[in-house]
């Protein structure tokens, strides 16, 4: 199964830039992969993430697109792949006037 998926790289444990883009969601969810690169679950134990990059063991927050556009803890950039403007923009964020934006500032919930 694919779907569109926010991806927020951890680089600094809390916060990282986004992207937002077609993710295949393969073992019920255990495994994740997005264009080139594999995930594997931290099965609860990650700081802020849930995810790890399987080759590079960095960690990230992966997670399905919230409606309100909320999906970072903390303020951060995001990008929308080209192939995810559509899906993003009109289905899941009901905004299709936006439908071309492919960069954006993410408010964080805190």
């Not at 569109?4 to 830039?17: A, F, Q, S």
């Not at 077609?22 to 073992?27: A, D, G, L, Q, S």
């Not at 990059?53 to 960095?58: F, G």
Request: aromatic share 12%.
């Amino acid at each position: 199964m694919k779907r569109v998926m926010w991806i927020e790289y951890k680089e600094l444990d809390i916060v990282g830039p986004a992207r937002i883009g077609w993710v295949e969601v393969k073992e019920k969810g255990k495994k994740l992969v997005y264009r080139d690169r594999s995930f594997r679950s931290l099965k609860g134990r990650g700081f802020k993430s849930n995810y790890y990059d399987i080759e590079t063991k960095e960690e990230y927050w992966i997670s399905g697109c919230r409606k309100d556009g909320r999906n970072a803890l903390y303020s951060t950039e995001a990008e929308v792949d080209e192939d995810a403007l559509e899906e993003y923009w009109v289905r899941i964020r009901n905004q299709p006037e936006k439908k071309r934006v492919k960069r954006f500032r993410v408010p964080g919930k805190h």
